[in-house]
Every structure is written in structure tokens, then in C-alpha cells.
């Protein structure tokens, strides 16, 4: 069989065998499958679960029964396919989940159908018409500039309409109240701040992503972790960007700006590693010393954390395990017509060279 989870009910197996042979072309379109005597006797269930299967599989357009002649595979019948809508496919994220959302699909009889975003709402809109036009049997989605109003609302209404059950990883666009999971980036801002006060830091700072969700979450998590221990939050030392602005933010000649906004603070934690490398490249070139002077802290623990010049304290991302736990979801809501909970999972702070205890004093430029 397809499935390898004994858990599941033993229709689902049978109604997952029968499409993976359909998908395979072991049955063809058109073709008789075996009888219902015949299938409960080869996997050893009730002629009553049988029918449950077949039921299932009528109901989504794979098989067709024929009064006196049998079931037969639905010339109609199309692949086992699920989109997966990803904003950057050379984001260090997309990999691990990428592997998790593939392994689960595969090990089930479905194909995996990818678009890509690059953060843009007009390659957003034009990836769901793609997938809305293939009728693909579910959608897996990152969430574009998810904390920004969503001009795509009406197509996700239109795949609604349609049947087709999507879920959202990372962020998620509030309007849908959709089904997700993600990871728990507001306990991850209030663990990071809870980390740097233990060591002695009283003034930090922040760098955070405005036009995601992701970014205010954690920004909320470090503003809970300011109250917690009882710090005052300036507002010159938290800096926001949005998507476009991150290659310029960072250039030679923004240098002396970050690091001015930024000079009273023994701390800055920091919306992901990508930016904590960038950050921390910038002062080190200013000759200001991580975690002497300065100590950063980062989020998804990625790869990149590891070929910063100062290897960068940072919280974990679920990373595959979020991918699989969001396809699973999926499956499940294809399968039986129920959404599971959405899920929230927790992140672990990674501590490595970029945190140090507190200096006598705040640095000053």
C-alpha cells in the first residue's frame, strides 16, 4: 500500500491504494478495478469498508460505478497532484521544507506541483490561476507579505468554491482564517530578549520585517519580553524593513546610519539570520566587536549561521518536521473532509558566539 500508517482507518488505506494504481497506470482510465469481494479479501477488510473506499473515491471524480457491471476508473480521473506556492525558492528555508512537504506526498501517491512568489502579489495571483486551472486536489502556501493587506483574497474564495482545501506554513493571510502551521515566532521574540537579559543586557535593540507576519510575531515576542523584565523599549533603536529594502539597506553608504541608530545598544536581536550576518559583517567593518561590544542574536538557526564570521546565536525554524506536519494536515482534511488543529511549534535558542555577557557600559560612538 501507498500509506505505511497503520493508524489510519483501514478505508483510507484501501482509498489510497486504489488511487496510487491509478496514478501509477496500473489501472487505466476506463478500466474495471477489482471487485468488492476481491478487495476486501486481498487486504483482509469488510466488503462494507470496501464500498466506504469506493464511496470516497466517486465523490472525488476517480471512480464511477456501473449498476450490474462494476466500478471502473473515471476517464475524467486526473493525477494525485498538490501545489506548493513558496515565496523564494533560494531561500535557505525552502529546502528542509521543501523535503518534508515531498516525503509525505510521495510516500502517499501524490506528485508535487511548485510556484513561486519571489514576494510579489501579481506572481502570487498568477500561480493560483495555474493551480485553480489544473485542479490540483490541495494547496500548501507561504503566506506573501502576509501582515499587508492581500489583493488575492477573491481567488482563494474562488478555490474555496471550488473544493480545493489549501494550508498556510510561516505566516498566513488573517482575512481567510485559514488552517496553518507554523512556528511559534512570538515565543521566540520573548525567548531571545529573556536570553540577552540573563546576560546583562539592558538596552536592545531590534531589526524586524514590517511587511510579513513573521516579523511582527516576533517583534510582539520581543516587546513581551521588554514588559517580563521590566526593560524600556526605545523606538530609534528597532528598525523596520520591507522586502525590497533589505539589498539597501545594508550597503556601504547605509552603514554609518544602521550602526548611529544602533550605537547605544549592547544587543541587537535581529528578524532572521540573513540579517544578522549582514548585521554583523556592518559592525564588524565599523570595528565594533561581536559579542564584545555587541551581542546578536538571529532566528532559523539556518546554515548561514555557521559561515558568518562570528557564528550567530539564533532560534530554531521546524524547518522539514513543519513541512510534514503541514502535508499531513492536508492528506488528512483530502481525506476525510476534516481540517486538524492548526499547529504551532515551539523554537529553541541555539546559543553559539555571537552572545556574550554585557559590557560595563553602553558603547558609544
Known amino acids: 500500500m501507498a500509506y505505511s500508517d497503520e493508524n489510519k482507518p483501514k478505508y483510507q ?34 466488503r462494507q469498508t470496501v464500498r466506504l473506499a469506493i464511496s470516497h473515491l466517486e465523490k472525488k471524480g ?24 513558496s515565496t523564494n525558492i533560494t531561500d535557505y528555508i ?32 498568477q500561480q493560483l490561476i495555474a493551480l485553480l486551472n489544473k485542479n490540483v486536489d490541495g494547496i500548501i502556501i507561504e503566506g506573501n507579505r502576509s501582515a499587508l493587506p492581500n489583493p488575492n483574497l477573491d481567488l482563494y474564495r474562488k478555490l474555496d468554491e471550488k473544493g480545493i482545501p489549501y494550508i498556510f506554513i510561516n505566516g498566513f493571510y488573517e482575512a481567510l482564517n485559514p488552517p496553518y502551521v507554523v512556528g511559534n515566532d512570538r515565543g521566540g521574540g520573548r525567548i531571545a530578549v529573556d536570553c540577552l537579559y540573563n546576560l546583562g543586557h539592558r538596552r536592545i535593540g531590534g531589526i524586524f520585517k514590517a511587511d510579513d507576519r513573521q516579523g511582527h510575531e516576533r517583534y510582539a515576542g520581543f516587546l513581551e519580553g521588554f514588559a517580563k523584565n521590566n526593560l524600556q523599549v526605545h523606538d530609534d533603536e528597532v528598525i523596520w524593513y520591507t522586502q ?7 550597503l556601504r553608504n547605509e552603514e554609518p546610519r544602521i550602526v548611529r541608530r544602533l550605537q547605544k545598544c549592547t544587543a541587537v536581536v535581529c528578524y ?38 562570528v557564528r550567530i546565536t539564533s532560534l530554531t ?45 553602553d558603547l558609544m560612538l
Open 94 to 125: 525552502f529546502p528542509s521544507i521543501a523535503s518534508g512537504i515531498e516525503s509525505v506526498l510521495t510516500a502517499n501517491g501524490y506528485s508535487l506541483t511548485l510556484g513561486v512568489t519571489r514576494n510579489q502579489v501579481e506572481l502570487e495571483h
Open 13 to 46: 488505506l484501501l482509498e489510497n491504494w486504489i488511487r496510487t494504481k491509478v496514478m501509477d497506470g496500473t489501472f487505466t482510465r476506463g478500466e474495471k478495478i477489482p471487485s468488492e469481494n476481491i478487495l476486501a479479501e486481498q487486504f483482509k477488510i469488510s
Open 62 to 85: 476517480i471512480l464511477i460505478s456501473r449498476r450490474g457491471s462494476g466500478t471502473f476508473v473515471s476517464e475524467a480521473a486526473h493525477d494525485m497532484s498538490i501545489g506548493y506556492i
Open 317 to 361: 525554524h521546524p524547518g522539514e518536521k513543519l513541512g510534514d506536519e503541514a502535508a499531513r494536515r492536508l492528506l488528512t482534511r483530502i481525506e476525510t473532509g476534516v481540517w486538524p488543529a492548526s499547529l504551532v511549534m515551539d523554537l529553541n535558542l541555539i546559543e553559539k558566539d555571537s552572545t556574550g555577557p554585557a559590557g560595563s557600559s
Open 244 to 250: 525590497p529594502d533589505l539589498e539597501h539597506m545594508f
Open 272 to 309: 532572521n539570520d540573513q540579517v544578522a550576518i549582514k548585521l554583523i559583517q556592518t559592525l564588524l567593518r565599523c570595528g565594533i566587536r561581536i559579542p564584545e561590544d555587541k551581542s546578536i542574536i538571529g532566528f532559523d538557526n539556518s546554515p548561514i549561521s555557521e559561515l558568518s564570521p
